[in-house]
């Protein structure tokens, strides 16, 4: 644990259930296992709806389906509460929890040929409000034309942006702030659970780089998330609240007027090991505090709906008899519906960064003291935190962000650079995520350096790039096989380094050069790079390529399962059975090109919507 760590640091007699708070006694949900489906519950162990995983649709989900009264809802996480974990709720102390397999998934990818044959390190939340608990805050939405491409993939134009606009707005509260009066309120929500605008901290030397962007010949953009398009530079929205807080899935979604209600369930620590079927209907499912402790049983009236996440979900998905039936032959899984697209189409925003250092000494590298200068300074941001005054503890880590085009004939002159594979999702979408970082780091925040650096970072927002995942075992305690299959197409290597070679141009440009000490030039720090050839930066691309945290699309959504290694339709429902229905990031048509968080909570607005009506 670091210093910043420690310095925060029924019928049958069964129980009954209370409400206002997080159930850890699972009899009180479900009754024990005898034979799986044919198990007899209790009339209280039946719901309208189960909803697999607490994440960031999950949450959605439970707490939308739950305002009707007469609707039932059992939720049920895997893990605990994100809220109650301090570096959760600080918004610079989420890369403290992913080492931390209570609270963090710790996958990591099989070796990629193409990346130096490095296995990836990907953490994934293990707490209610899933990934939003444990990500850097980035409130972009993504481009207008991905969702237009959604309508296209899905033939339904309710996935228009147009159309599919409504639910942005309908999770978020806009907060507008004074010094950014061009952020246009008027088109951005006002009365969602989920708080959205500029309270988290903007430094000097990220307001230096928006203005060397700028500089470079990238547009200010008012508002990524105003409707328009989503290129240029800007400081970028985060969820934090004006307490300085990070607002999660969880603390917007199950509030303590949410949990209140009768007919909501939420049951943490209940690891789901399979979905129940007759015949080829879902009525229930199969849950466990452990591996080795008593299964519980909980049937539905209604739908199962499964909210486990981008890894986890096609996983209980093949685990319960539904994927490629020869997958599934392999550790004698009865098949009830052969679907071969489940955990295909996996794709990622890989990210590079480039490290300066800082001329003035000012980074937050105290933060992670390594002496006992950065311990007072250290001792001064927990001050001004729990003081409500903000500072280096209320950044988000990446608070400045410029979205472009890798053909952009402004920043990458046709003469100079040649024309690459549009893979964006229109004329008006990126293909590149460039920002800035007031710290540096390696190894996911377990690394340091010992003087004070700045970090800049490209992010290939449209990979070409396509991988998969699969079963180890029948187990749902044995993690997925996973491979991204990272910079397998040539495309995306040349992507990435025209990215580097932008970010090297900005960090040579004033305002923000003159914060850099170029005369640093130690091999570690980039300073230098700039004189390097292509062949040394894609070196660079393979040394330095890590996850974004951005997985999606292995239970994806398409028009039928013929097309594009279906799994799912539009209305949710897996393809080829009855009572069952995918709601995350695993549903993604295609990845967008921005931050995912915010795609996620818009399909359980959406699908909590449908459910709603239909019932009605």
Known sequence: MSAFSRIFASQSGQKKRTTGSYITDLSTVGTKSDSGASTQVAADHEYDYIVVGGGTSGCVLASRLSEDPTTSVLLLEAGGSGSAQMMSRIPSGFGQMFRDAKAVYQFHTEEQPDVEGRKFFWPRAKLLGGCSSINAQMAQFGAPQDFDEWATVTGDSSFAYKNFKKYFDKFETFNPHPDHPEANPSVRGSQGPMQVGFHGQYTEPGKAFVEATSVVGIPSNPDFNGGKTTLGVNRINTYIDKTRTRSSAETAYLSKDVLARENLAVATYATVTKILFKDDTAIGVEFAGSESGPKFVAKVKKEVILSAGPLNSPQILMISGIGPKEELAKFNIPVIKNLPGVGQNLIDHPVVDLFFKDKFDDTWKYLIPQNLSDGRRMFGALVQYQMGNGGSMANNVGEAAAFIRSDDPTLFPKE????????????????????????????????????????????????????????????????????????????????????????????????????????????????????????????????????????????????????????????????GVKGLRVCDSSVYPTIVSGHTAAAALALGEKLADQLKTRSH
Not at 499 to 515: D, H, V
Not at 532 to 553: G, M, N, Q
């Open 416 to 575: 100079k650079y040649p024309a690459l594979e549009d893979t964006t999702s229109g004329d008006k979408s990126p293909d590149l995520e460039l920002y800035f970082s007031n710290i540096a780091y390696k190894e996911h925040g377990a690394w340091f350096f010992d003087v004070h650096v700045i970090s800049l970072h490209v992010c290939l927002l449209r990979p070409k790039s396509v991988g998969y995942l699969k079963l180890k075992s029948a187990s749902p305690w044995e993690k997925v096989h996973i491979d991204p299959r990272y910079l397998t197409s040539r495309v995306d290597m040349d992507k990435l380094v025209r990215g580097i070679r932008l970010l090297l141009k900005i960090a040579q440009t004033e305002p923000f050069a003159s914060r850099l000490d170029a005369t640093f030039t130690r091999e570690d720090l980039d300073h230098e790079l700039h004189l390097k050839d292509d062949a040394h930066v894609e070196k660079i691309v393979k040394e330095r390529l890590e996850t974004l945290y951005h997985p999606v699309s292995t239970c994806r959504m398409t028009k039928s399962e013929k097309e594009g290694n279906g799994v799912v339709g539009s209305d949710f429902k897996v393809f």
